[in-house]
């Protein structure tokens, strides 16, 4: 079964500082990633994806993340964070062949502090 | 991408009563799905929902407790049966294959927050 893991639960940052989350998942073939972000009272967003080709991919707002096939990872970037950034991030995976059913992380709160 | 809008919003429901939530999206899509998302939790699948057909559903969910329904390529419901407040959640529909998109990008409606007491 796949499955998907977030490495931190809670992430605190002070503006214009850097951000990575990582992002592991476990899957039996090609796969396809997304990171989709939650901003506090607003609905679920697709902030990047990954389905083939250049391993890394740049989103929305700055973001950029980098498919790592030997490591298994899809580790979301941003070289310097805003207060706006504040929100639950969310890494999902499915299967590349057919249609597979889209497994999501846990999430990672960012809490940005101006 | 598409627009998708679920009614209601939020509601506030007694023990042992039922719910139906709407999901309705501006175009044509192939695929539509709905999601729990149990506070401090991530998404949970709960079903696929086929037009013109049964919906699918994800281990640990039947659809005594979920019916679903599709009746065109536009318009889904949930109907959360025989509530209990262990249902309080947020339900979320998603939609993919959108028309002139090849890959299966699922976009997210506002949600639905549900408690029940």
């Known amino acids: 079964a796949q499955s998907v893991s977030q490495h931190n639960h809670h992430v605190i940052l002070s503006e214009a500082a850097s951000l990575e989350l990582g992002c592991n998942y476990s899957y039996g073939g090609t796969v396809n990633l997304f990171w989709y972000v939650q901003y506090p009272g607003q609905h679920l967003q697709l902030l990047l994806k990954y389905f083939s080709g250049d391993p890394l991919v740049k989103g929305i707002k700055g973001f950029e993340a980098e498919f790592i096939k030997s490591k298994f990872s899809f580790n979301l970037r941003k070289p310097s964070v805003q207060w706006s950034d504040t929100a639950e991030y969310f890494c999902a995976v499915n299967g590349n062949s057919g249609y597979s059913t889209l497994t999501f992380g846990k999430g990672t709160m960012l809490l940005v502090s101006p | ?117």
């Open chain 2, 1 to 117: 991408s598409a627009v998708i809008s679920q009614k209601p919003s939020r509601d506030i429901c007694q023990r042992g009563t039922s719910l139906t939530i709407q999901c309705q999206v501006d175009s044509q899509v192939t695929m539509m799905f709905w999601y729990r998302q149990q506070p401090g939790q991530s998404l949970t699948l709960i079903a696929t929902a086929n037009q013109g057909s049964e919906a699918t559903y994800e281990s640990g969910f039947v659809i005594d407790k979920f019916p679903i329904s599709r009746p065109n390529l536009t318009f889904s419901t949930l109907t959360v049966s025989n509530m209990s407040p262990e249902d309080s959640s947020i339900y979320l529909c998603s939609v993919a294959k959108l028309a002139g998109e090849p890959q299966e990008t699922q976009y997210f409606g506002p949600g639905t927050r549900l408690l029940v007491l």
